[in-house]
């Protein structure tokens, strides 16, 4: 297990050896590491030639991976993430996207949502915003 964890943490260094020192490279280093030990990473160490390798063609399919371009698939990205652990709404959503770097209005983002949760990628429940207000928050299952 220490030779997995070293392994992982080496390439999640790698991942990130050619970017400036800052918060952004930090952050980058922490979601990089994270994933592969969510298990992921797991797959990738376990399909060694042998010798305690990863096969390079696994390594490469996850460093090389486009970032998501439509909205779902950044919605998915963000559930991937853990973000939608507790209830969000529209609003928050888009907030958190913009931290992302990706703005969409939040009249294009119901629409994604609503198939999302008729694909039962997401939950959504009905309930109070205050003031007599109701409104949709979104969760996983």
């Known amino acids: 297990?220490?030779?997995?964890?070293?392994?992982l943490r080496r390439q999640a260094?790698?991942?990130?050896?050619?970017?400036?020192?800052?918060?952004?490279?930090?952050?980058?280093?922490?979601t990089i590491l994270s994933h592969l030990l969510s298990g992921n990473a797991g797959r990738h160490a376990e399909t060694g030639n042998g010798n305690g390798k990863a096969q390079s063609k696994k390594k490469s399919e996850s460093t090389t991976t486009e970032p998501p371009k439509s909205l779902p698939e950044r919605i998915l990205f963000l559930k991937a993430e853990g973000?939608?652990?507790s209830q969000k709404s529209i609003a928050e959503i888009k907030q958190e996207l913009k931290k992302n770097g990706w703005h969409h209005p939040v009249t294009s983002m119901s629409g994604p949502l609503q198939s999302?949760?008729?694909?039962?990628e997401?939950?959504?429940?009905?309930?109070?915003?205050?003031e007599g207000r109701k409104g949709w928050k979104y969760s996983n299952w």
């Open 13 to 30: 260094e790698q991942a990130v050896h050619d970017m400036p020192d800052g918060d952004l490279k930090v952050q980058a280093f922490e």
């Open 83 to 85: 973000f939608f652990g």
């Open 116 to 120: 999302l949760v008729q694909k039962r």
């Open 122 to 130: 997401l939950r959504r429940e009905h309930v109070n915003e205050g």
């Open 1 to 7: 297990m220490k030779n997995t964890l070293v392994e």
